[in-house]
T-cell receptor, first 114, second 114 residues
Framework: DAGVTQSPTHLIKTRGQHVTLRCSPI?????VSWYQQVLGQGPQFIFQ???????GRGNFPDRFSARQFPNYSSELNVNALLLGDSALYLC?????????????FGPGTRLTVT | AQSVAQPEDQVNVAEGNPLTVKCTYS??????LFWYVQYPNRGLQFLLK??????LVKGSYGFEAEFNKSQTSFHLKKPSALVSDSALYFC????????????FGTGTKLQVIP
């Protein structure tokens, strides 16, 4: 079975631009979460979606938004990019997003903002 | 607010020796605890989790973790370290309350010396 896939692998953007990152969960998984991992730190929770509804949101500004589609894939959108948005963005899927569910992570999208 | 502390940035251990990677947590309710491993330029991989029951949890690749409620700790252990265990290890916690947020520690780099 294919694991969690993310696209693109790498991305370079300029300050003020907008970016869309994409994630496809493991087949059968209905929950997707997004994390930001800055170099040298642990992943920081951004969003969790289950059945196309937002179930949780971390301490990120409104420039960050996401959605989940009927096939359970997801997009993370970031507007008005700042230099500080440069990070590895990780997508994780789980069966139903329950508190006991372990998460399966994709390889990430490396975003560089110049 | 929930939090996780990994007090050691790096742990060095000789191949064949037992290893311990430390983690302490703080949550308002009952904790759900996880360990993940991250290899260079890769996403995180699930190792093991504690939900309830036996305080000693066994996971992938020969790893185990011991839950200690009185000390609010969840240390990762392995009886005999392999060079291939060298990686970045993250402890994570989710509480049993209403919020779906997962909080990760800052990570501990494990270096197994041949």
């Amino acid at each position: 079975d294919a694991g969690v896939t993310q696209s693109p692998t790498h991305l370079i953007k300029t300050r003020g631009q907008h970016v869309t990152l994409r994630c496809s969960p493991i087949s059968g998984h209905k929950s997707v979460s997004w994390y930001q991992q800055v170099l040298g730190q642990g992943p920081q929770f951004i969003f969790q979606y289950y059945e196309k509804e937002e179930r949780g949101r971390g301490n990120f500004p409104d420039r960050f938004s996401a959605r989940q589609f009927p096939n359970y894939s997801s997009e993370l959108n970031v507007n008005a990019l700042l230099l500080g948005d440069s990070a590895l963005y990780l997508c994780a899927s789980s069966l139903i997003g329950g508190r006991a569910d372990e998460q399966y992570f994709g390889p990430g999208t490396r975003l560089t903002v110049t | 607010a929930q939090s996780v502390a990994q007090p050691e940035d790096q742990v060095n251990v000789a191949e064949g020796n037992p290893l311990t990677v430390k983690c302490t947590y703080s949550v308002s309710g009952n904790p759900y605890l996880f360990w993940y491993v991250q290899y260079p330029n890769r996403g995180l991989q699930f190792l093991l989790k504690y939900i309830t029951g036996d305080n000693l949890v066994k996971g992938s690749y020969g790893f185990e973790a011991e839950f200690n409620k009185s000390q609010t700790s969840f240390h990762l252990k392995k009886p005999s370290a392999l060079v291939s265990d060298s990686a970045l290890y993250f402890c994570a916690v989710r509480d049993s309350g209403g919020y779906q947020k997962v909080t990760f520690g800052t990570g501990t780099k494990l270096q197994v010396i041949p």
